[in-house]
């Protein structure tokens, strides 16, 4: 119980840190939030999935099964002339 309370308000706060760093005002609601987390984290975001909607004023959750569906790294040389 102690542990999915924590993986809730960890969610919560890493949401809104995102929406700080993006200037999206909480009023502003969003589409969705893709999470990644271990299988007992899922469990809890699965649990608390109204709660999470509800705090970060979201629609939908979608439960990523790879770190790939979230993040894309993009490597570009650097340029220089001589």
Do not use: H, W
């Not at 993006?22 to 990644?36: D, F, V």
Request: aromatic share 4%; glycine share 2%.
């Amino acid at each position: 119980m102690i542990n999915e309370i924590d993986t809730l308000i960890s969610i919560v706060k890493m949401g809104r840190s995102a929406r700080n760093k993006a200037n999206i005002k909480i009023r502003q609601p969003l589409s969705s939030i893709s999470i990644y987390a271990d299988s007992m984290s899922v469990d809890s975001v699965l649990n608390n999935k109204e709660q999470i909607l509800e705090e970060l004023n979201i629609k939908t959750v979608t439960i990523c099964k790879s770190r790939d569906d979230i993040v894309m790294f993009n490597i570009k040389p650097n340029s220089f002339s001589a």
